[in-house]
């Protein structure tokens, strides 16, 4: 400890009695900053109440996790396997919007992903949140260089989930109807 003080400029000083205890005077040189504000999570509560979810996830604990956030928020939940099953769902029904994982068997999401983007109609507009645990830079450019909105780190930290909802509420409710009535032009509810 004392070399850490040192090397901050400072200094350690013990004073101890024997019976009464030790007291330990540590002093380090530090530079002035500007006081910064806090980063404070604020709760934003859209009424997401009959959107359409689709879950594309292979782990089933997962699908489970997901499918809680997203009802628990008032979202209809769908889920499917793998990016083929996703790409038949997606052309058969409208989704507000998609949760892909990554790492799939037979089609994977970055795939899937770009499979959607070149849909022909306005499916190919649906809000979609990559979802994966892969901590490397290039999974994360490769699924939103296919067309992610967003990427959803693994395993879901449900304010991140609350805060990219709120980020994309416009894209997130194209296609409820409720969008004149329900969130401004900046995605608040009203």
Same mark, same amino acid.
């Given at each position: =400890?004392?070399?850490?003080?040192? #090397? =901050?400029?400072?200094?350690?000083?013990?004073?101890? &009695?024997?019976?009464?205890? @030790?007291?330990?005077?540590?002093? /380090?040189?530090?530079? @002035?900053?500007?006081?910064?504000?806090?980063?404070?999570?604020?709760? %934003? *509560?859209?009424?997401? %109440?009959?959107?359409?979810?689709?879950? +594309?996830?292979?782990?089933?604990? *997962? !699908?489970?996790?997901?499918?809680?956030?997203?009802?628990?928020?008032?979202?209809? !939940?769908?889920?499917? +396997?793998?990016?083929?099953?996703?790409?038949?769902?997606?052309?058969?029904?409208?989704?507000?919007?998609?949760?892909?994982? *990554?790492?799939?068997? #037979?089609?994977?999401?970055?795939?899937?992903?770009?499979?959607?983007?070149?849909?022909?109609?306005?499916?190919?507009?649906?809000?979609?949140?990559?979802?994966? $645990?892969?901590?490397?830079?290039? !999974?994360?450019?490769?699924?939103?260089?296919?067309? $992610?909105?967003?990427?959803?780190?693994?395993?879901?930290?449900?304010?991140?989930?609350?805060?990219?909802?709120?980020?994309?509420? *416009?894209?997130?409710? &194209?296609?409820?109807? %409720?969008?004149?009535?329900? /969130?401004?032009?900046?995605?608040?509810?009203?």
């Amino acid at each position: =400890m004392k070399e850490i003080a040192l #090397v =901050m400029g400072g200094d350690i000083k013990l004073t101890s &009695q024997e019976g009464i205890g @030790s007291e330990f005077e540590v002093t /380090v040189r530090l530079a @002035s900053c500007e006081p910064k504000p806090l980063d404070v999570h604020i709760e %934003r *509560n859209l009424d997401y %109440r009959g959107l359409k979810a689709l879950i +594309v996830e292979d782990n089933r604990t *997962n !699908t489970i996790i997901i499918e809680t956030f997203m009802k628990r928020k008032g979202f209809i !939940t769908y889920s499917v +396997v793998n990016g083929e099953e996703a790409l038949k769902a997606v052309a058969t029904q409208s989704y507000d919007l998609i949760l892909m994982d *990554n790492h799939m068997p #037979v089609m994977d999401g970055v795939e899937a992903i770009a499979g959607i983007r070149n849909m022909p109609g306005k499916e190919k507009d649906t809000l979609i949140f990559g979802c994966t $645990a892969d901590v490397f830079k290039e !999974t994360r450019e490769r699924m939103m260089g296919a067309g $992610a909105d967003f990427i959803v780190g693994k395993p879901i930290d449900e304010r991140i989930l609350d805060d990219a909802l709120y980020q994309f509420a *416009n894209k997130l409710f &194209q296609f409820s109807g %409720r969008k004149g009535s329900n /969130v401004t032009s900046l995605g608040v509810s009203k």
